[in-house]
């Protein structure tokens, strides 16, 4: 257990729809991350928070948002969605802002239908 | 463009055999690279990291190579278990970037036969 938590686990909805991804980093981690996997494709990066502030984009979508709160757990809204979003979504957090070890979450498995 | 490349989608060894998994990438910004395991339906669990004033870092089973000239990396696993048997992801990211975003291989599938 990483100590990274992600929900739902699954997700399933149709095209067109709206969907929020929820994760709560490790105690103590200031930093959230924000990482696609889709099939046969390694992991992309999509966002990085730190501290509540947007730190890095990746190649997120203009149809995907994110935020992290007060209390450091970010959210990711994706928004009509498309097929081609099915994916796994995995979270990741960290103490440090950069050069530091990520621990990864369980991941939410989204199917568009 | 992909700045780090895993070129062995897979690789079987027998169990109490070393397993080296190899990893190349292109960026000279990357400093510091990590090795993940996944095994299905879970998120990456972290194995083993190292920055690039090192050439190695030794932790237990696992040790990792870095050869900068090469741009080239590689995780040894010895011996080699069954349960190691699952994915296995080379990560890298460039401080100088003041972001933590890693950039990751393919990933390798490692089968440790009994």
């Known amino acids: 257990d990483s100590g990274v938590t992600q929900t739902p686990k699954h997700l399933i909805t149709a095209t067109g729809q709206r969907v929020t991804l929820r994760c709560s980093p490790r105690s103590g981690d200031l930093s959230v991350y924000w990482y696609q996997q889709s099939l046969d494709q390694g992991l992309q990066f999509l966002i990085q928070y730190y501290n509540g502030e947007e730190r890095a984009k990746g190649n997120i979508l203009e149809r995907f948002s994110a935020q992290q709160f007060p209390d450091l757990h970010s959210e990711l809204n994706l928004s009509s969605l498309e097929l081609g979003d099915s994916a796994l979504y995995f979270c990741?957090?960290?103490?440090?802002?950069?050069?530091?070890?990520?621990?990864f979450g369980p991941g939410t498995r989204l199917t568009v239908l | 463009d992909q700045q780090v490349k895993q070129n062995s989608p897979s690789l079987s060894v027998q169990e109490g055999r070393i397993s080296i998994l190899n990893c190349d990438y292109t960026?000279?910004?990357?400093?510091?690279f990590l090795w993940y395991k996944k095994y299905p339906a879970e998120g990456p669990t972290f194995l083993i990291s190292?920055?690039?004033?090192?050439d190695k870092n030794e932790d237990g089973r696992f040790t990792v190579f870095l050869n900068k000239s090469a741009k080239h990396l590689s995780l040894h696993i010895v011996p080699s278990q069954p349960g190691d048997s699952a994915v296995y992801f080379c990560a890298a990211s460039a401080g100088a970037d003041n972001t933590g975003k890693l950039i990751f291989g393919q990933g390798t599938t490692l089968q440790v036969k009994p």
């Open positions: 960026n000279s910004m990357f400093d510091y």
């Open positions: 190292i920055s690039s004033i090192k």
């Open positions: 990741a957090s960290s103490v440090l802002p950069r050069t530091d070890t990520q621990y």
